[in-house]
């Protein structure tokens, strides 16, 4: 057998043996990019007009920096390949046009492009616009919820969930009552500091209904990954019917009241239209209709809810709660099974 005909069979195992492994990798890596690209978490599936200037301006700035990128590669590639044919004069002009030039023009372009979109990514609501108000306080690691009435006055408290009517401006006074925290929905817009002392405004539109998870965006504290927070985008009647219904409330489990009462949960706990009134810690008022526990860190069941009253210290370190591991078990699933139907 010839040498050309041994070279011409052993070329496909070659390419055999070095690109399989190479295909599972790449479409492993394919499938991990495409997958965080929706979601109730993600910037680029947007729900909102704010969130889709957000995402508009992520896909210019990409585009335009792998013109950079591509323009910059190629020429160093092509005054490599050539580098004995051009004059010192020809390469230097090289480089200042495709190394300095050109990417300036580019960069002072987008720059001008996300100016010229800022206002439409942090829109302005007037004072006199009527608008759903809503205050978040971020605290050491859940979120204090208050809406507004038109006067700014509080209607009704809650924690670590909010709920928006679809098609709606919604207008947020932002603040924080320990450390810097940060408000950020990645589906409705772009994040917000909250900063101790000073209020910042923050208005969101969702553009359909849904649940969409929010974070704290600026580190906080050893809990602060486990500070999320849900906001619910639900039609205007809807919405409505909720407020209303809010405004009053009334436990049925009169025997878990008791428990919850006599243990001193109410001194930090508030639950409307009963003796609980502390505010120290969250409202619990329709603990019952909350998607999840302790800022999205577990699920919202009477087990999990018996769990972090026991030792909410070892499921989020560094909350202010104490501990009720020492109560009888009983008194525990009491009180969870009275919170977990709290309507």
Request: aromatic share 8%.
């Given at each position: 057998?010839?040498?050309?005909?041994?070279?011409?069979?052993?070329?496909p195992t070659r390419n055999r043996r070095f690109s399989a492994p190479l295909c599972p990798i790449a479409l492993l890596l394919a499938t991990c990019l495409v997958s965080s690209c929706s979601g109730n978490h993600s910037?680029?599936?947007?729900?909102?007009?704010?969130?889709?200037?957000?995402?508009?301006?992520?896909?210019?700035?990409?585009?335009?920096?792998?013109v950079i990128?591509?323009?910059?590669?190629?020429?160093?590639?092509?005054?490599?390949?050539?580098?004995?044919?051009?004059?010192?004069?020809?390469?230097g002009r090289v480089i200042l046009w495709c190394g300095a030039i050109i990417p300036t023009v580019i960069l002072c372009a987008l720059l001008s492009y996300g100016m010229w979109l800022m206002p439409a990514i942090r829109p302005w609501v007037p004072d006199d616009q009527q608008v759903r108000r809503v205050e978040v306080t971020g605290e050491q690691f859940w979120w204090r919820v208050r809406y507004l009435d038109e006067a700014g006055s509080v209607v009704f408290e809650t924690a670590n969930e909010v709920r928006i009517p679809v098609g709606q401006p919604t207008h947020f006074s932002l603040k924080a009552a320990d450390v810097i925290h940060s408000f950020w929905v990645p589906s409705l817009g772009g994040k917000m500091d909250m900063i101790p002392g000073r209020t910042n405004p923050l208005t969101l539109t969702a553009d359909r209904e849904g649940t969409y998870r929010g974070v704290c965006a600026e580190f906080c504290g050893e809990s602060h990954a486990l500070m999320a927070?849900?906001?619910?985008?639900?039609?205007?009647?809807?919405?409505?019917?909720?407020l209303a219904e809010r405004r009053t409330s009334d436990p049925q489990d009169a025997e878990g009241l008791a428990v919850f009462l006599n243990n001193g949960c109410g001194a930090c706990h508030a639950i409307s239209?009963?003796?609980?009134?502390?505010?120290?810690?969250?409202?619990?008022?329709?603990?019952?209709?909350?998607?999840?526990?302790?800022?999205?860190?577990?699920?919202?069941?009477?087990?999990?809810?018996?769990?972090?009253?026991?030792h909410p210290g070892r499921i989020k370190p560094g909350v202010k709660m104490p501990h009720f591991g020492m109560l009888p078990e009983h008194d525990i699933k009491k009180i969870a099974a009275f919170l977990k139907e709290l309507r």
């Open positions: 057998m010839t040498d050309e005909r041994l070279t011409d069979r052993c070329r910037t680029l599936d947007p729900a909102g007009p704010e969130a889709a200037k957000v995402a508009q301006l992520f896909y210019v700035m990409l585009v335009g920096g792998a990128w591509i323009g910059l590669v190629s020429a160093l590639i092509y005054s490599a390949r050539k580098k004995h044919q051009h004059s010192e004069q020809t390469a927070f849900t906001v619910r985008a639900v039609a205007p009647a809807e919405h409505e019917a909720w239209g009963t003796a609980a009134s502390g505010r120290i810690g969250p409202d619990l008022t329709a603990f019952g209709e909350r998607g999840t526990l302790a800022a999205g860190t577990l699920p919202h069941t009477a087990e999990d809810i018996a769990r972090f009253v026991a």
